[in-house]
């Protein structure tokens, strides 16, 4: 099931921009997830968030997660054009969700222009 | 490296004819496996939970009959796709957990002509 709601549904940055996506969900979590997705392929794990976290940062990502808000924002720095991707966030509810313990959103296209 | 490889990566078939597609844990057991639809530009879909050794369990909308799907071994789930036809092309991707987070194939491009 989605419960996930990503904004923008697609961005279009310059090389060495940063890129900012945007999640909102309903329910409450457990831990929040990122995930890559590359035109044609699987998803790849980006980053996990715990309920009880705020922000958390991996090379040039970095997640924040405002639970009062029921929203989790993925900033990537310095872009590159191999980031050009579909963006998802996946939540993991503390009850309910689906049978793989995820709940995808929608997704944000994003294209790094060289 | 891949921990999850599924194959093919792409096929093309004739509408009626059934397909196979393989999901294997390259490194790790894995008694669950997961099997996901995603139409151009959506997100993925959840079809499906593979069990190994027992019947799979399928989301509500899913049609078992259409959608078989085997987890005759821990390292290896298949879903075949029964007498397909255009409606049933889209792009289907498995996973399996090993410690969290899940870890996706690569999917397979699946077009039925």
């Known amino acids: 099931s989605q419960q996930g709601e990503e904004d923008p549904q697609a961005l279009s940055i310059q090389e060495g921009e940063n890129a900012t996506m945007n999640c909102s969900y309903k329910t409450s979590i457990n831990n929040l997830q990122w995930y890559r997705q590359n035109s044609g392929r699987g998803l790849v794990h980006l980053i996990l968030?715990?309920?009880?976290?705020r922000e958390k940062h991996s090379g040039r990502l970095r997640v924040t997660l405002d639970t009062s808000k029921k929203s989790s924002s993925l900033l990537i720095t310095a872009s590159r054009a191999a980031d050009t991707a579909s963006y998802f966030c996946?939540?993991?509810?503390?009850?309910?969700?689906?049978?793989?313990?995820?709940?995808f959103g929608k997704g944000t296209h994003l294209i790094i222009q060289p | 490296g891949a921990v999850v490889s599924q194959h093919p990566s792409w096929v093309i078939c004739k509408s009626g004819t059934s397909v196979k597609i393989e999901c294997r844990s390259l490194?790790?057991?894995?008694?669950?496996m997961f099997w996901y639809r995603q139409f151009p530009k959506q997100s993925l879909m959840l079809m499906a939970t593979?069990?190994?050794?027992?019947?799979?369990?399928?989301e509500q909308g899913v049609e078992k009959d259409k959608f078989l799907i085997n987890h005759a071994s821990l390292t290896l789930s298949t879903l075949t796709v029964t007498s397909a036809h255009p409606e049933d092309s889209s792009f289907y991707i498995c996973s399996a957990s090993r410690n969290s987070p899940l870890h996706f194939g690569n999917g397979t491009r699946l077009t039925v002509t």
């Open positions: 996946a939540t993991v509810e503390i009850s309910g969700g689906g049978a793989d313990g995820l709940t």
């Open positions: 593979s069990n190994e050794g027992s019947k799979a369990t399928y």
């Open positions: 968030i715990r309920s009880n976290e």
């Open positions: 490194d790790f057991q894995a008694t669950t």
